[in-house]
């Protein structure tokens, strides 16, 4: 099979495509014919170094794709059965998947690869900031993926919601149902105009954890899953995943609902892993960028 993988640390040029042994399941775990891997910040900083794995390895967390091979002990699932979830070295034609839930109606495998660490992420610090309904959260780089689950899983559960995204981004930002501002200069008085903040999400790393202290008034409403300086405010930085399944579950059950969506604003080629990484980092996504196999 085709894989992306890479045999030394560095930048998006270090990612190839090779052909590889395929994956066999485990106990308690399904194969996926892929079609599509989710693209995730967190695949690029592995590339980088930021966490040890053995090289040379594959790479990617999140797909979506037809169950091919089931492992022993699985129950529930069928062979054809269309599926997303988290597994391991997702950039790949066929990959192992430890949590999945059958995709919704009406979602393609390119929109479902999007959803499963970026809802897993959200509904996690949500959680940690300890922000209830009625209350309003803040959450600085709003428009990307994490941001779009945020501002949405807000609103479903009765939270006021202020995003800051890019001067292009706002109208998107708006129609998730957050008031919205840009991140450019004066920004937190600009914020302090749209209304009080109880509690604080930073998702860029844009640098912002200091004010987003000063605006929630408390280091204990901020939580950060990009900023490393957090903690020099006193600030969490949340980075131990909770649990894939009930993100899974949540997700079917908002999108069932009507009350999420999260687009693709690009898909690439498994081949053009690279470059789908160089736009990752740039910044300024809308939504998701995944990969088609």
Not at 55 to 62: N, R
Not at 84 to 109: M, Q
């Amino acid at each position: 099979m085709k894989k992306v993988s890479f045999a030394a640390y560095g930048g998006p040029d270090v990612l190839h495509l090779i052909d590889a042994e395929e994956p066999h399941p485990g106990p308690g775990r399904i194969r996926v014919a892929v079609r599509a891997a989710g693209v995730n910040p967190y695949d690029w900083r592995v590339r980088e170094g930021m966490g040890e794995v053995e090289l040379p390895a594959g790479i990617g967390l999140d797909a979506a794709g037809v169950v091919d091979e089931i492992g022993p002990g699985v129950e529930g699932v069928e062979i054809g059965d269309p599926v997303f979830g988290e597994g391991h070295e997702t950039y790949a034609e066929y990959a192992v998947l430890d949590a999945w839930a059958r995709i919704p109606d009406g979602l393609t495998f390119e929109e479902a690869a999007g959803y499963p660490s970026v809802m897993e992420t959200a509904l996690r610090v949500i959680r940690e900031t300890g922000v209830q309904p009625g209350q309003t959260l803040l959450v600085s780089g709003a428009a990307g993926g994490v941001g779009s689950a945020v501002l949405q899983v807000a609103r479903d559960r009765g939270i006021a919601v202020i995003g800051t995204a890019g001067a292009a981004n706002q109208d998107y930002v708006r129609g998730l149902g957050a008031r919205a501002t840009t991140y450019d200069a004066g920004w937190p008085g600009r914020v302090r105009e749209l209304g009080p903040v109880d509690a604080a999400i930073d998702v860029a790393g844009a640098g912002v954890v200091g004010e987003l202290v000063e605006l929630t008034g408390d280091p204990r409403r901020v939580i950060s899953i990009a900023g490393l300086d957090a903690p020099e405010f006193g600030v969490r930085f949340s980075g131990v995943a909770g649990s894939m399944p009930a993100a899974l579950a949540e997700t079917v059950r908002l999108i069932g609902l009507g009350r999420l969506h999260i687009p693709v604003e690009k898909a690439y080629a498994l081949a053009d892993a690279a470059q789908a990484h160089i736009d990752s980092q740039a910044g300024h996504t809308r939504g998701r960028r995944v990969l088609l196999v």
